[in-house]
């Protein structure tokens, strides 16, 4: 599976930006996917993930509210829709598919990794 993020880009805060990952060589519509982010200098961490049927999806208590994900298993994409976005939310984001269909929020529990996209929110 090779995952391929896109929708990056420099936003005033306050902005909104909607990230895609488009899934190829195979269909993920029975795996879980997942949005992480990187800011600088720090490690990556969870912030989104949504389960194979998106009957559970999960966010970071700080995008709550802000961001969406959701899917859309015709076009093997999902989405991360970001709204209201704020200079902490800066950072590389990438999508991820699970190994399984259940929704997790633990990285190792992904196995296929896009080449992230870079969000910068100014103020």
């Known amino acids: 599976v090779q995952l391929l993020a896109s929708g990056g880009g420099l936003v005033q805060a306050g902005d909104s930006l909607r990230l895609s990952c488009a899934a190829s060589?195979?269909?993920?519509?029975?795996?879980?996917m997942g949005w992480f982010r990187q800011p600088p200098g720090k490690e990556r961490e969870f912030v989104a993930s949504?389960?194979?049927?998106?009957?559970?999806?999960s966010y970071r208590h700080s995008v709550k509210g802000r961001f969406t994900i959701s899917r859309d298993g015709a076009k093997n994409t999902v989405y991360l829709q970001m709204n209201s976005l704020k200079p902490e939310d800066t950072a590389v984001y990438y999508c991820?598919?699970?190994?399984?269909?259940?929704?997790?929020?633990?990285?190792?529990?992904?196995?296929?990794w896009g080449q992230g996209t870079q969000v910068t929110v100014s103020s």
């Open positions: 991820a598919a699970a190994r399984r269909s259940y929704a997790s929020i633990v990285q190792d529990d992904y196995a296929y």
């Open positions: 060589g195979r269909a993920v519509s029975n795996n879980a």
């Open positions: 949504i389960s194979w049927n998106a009957g559970r999806i």
